[in-house]
């Protein structure tokens, strides 16, 4: 059985968790503020988990990185997600040029016809 992680509040973190809960624009940061305040009630992971339909071990992850980073910590960090449109061309342009095409847009092996 793994170890029981604790939570303890005072009384400005326990507010500034409930302000991000309430006045957050980002749902998922609310719902990661939510996670935390539950938690220091004494709820069990397994319970939280079940009240968010996610697993355990993602309610254990973000009180770990609750307890490493702070209330910072809970937000989504910068390159996760879907990339920018337009973002995919200008990798495929990057790539061709470092397999040996001389300029974006030439091929590096041209075929020839007889």
């Known amino acids: ?5 604790k939570i303890t509040l005072d009384d400005k973190t326990r507010a500034a968790l409930e302000a991000g809960y309430r006045r957050d624009q980002s749902h998922t940061f609310r719902q990661r503020c939510q996670v935390v305040l539950l938690k220091a009630q004494g709820r069990k992971s397994k319970e939280i988990a079940l009240m968010f339909g996610c ?3 993602s309610v254990n992850d973000w ?3 609750y307890l490493c980073e702070g209330i910072n910590g ?6 996760r997600g879907l990339r920018e449109r337009g973002a995919h061309k200008i990798h495929l342009t990057h790539t061709a040029c470092f397999i040996g095409a001389t300029q ?3 091929r590096s092996h041209a075929r020839t016809r007889r």
């Open 55 to 57: 697993g355990e071990k």
């Open 74 to 79: 809970l937000r989504t960090r910068a390159g």
């Open 63 to 65: 009180l770990h990185r």
């Open 1 to 5: 059985m793994g170890r029981f992680i």
């Open 104 to 106: 974006p847009g030439e």
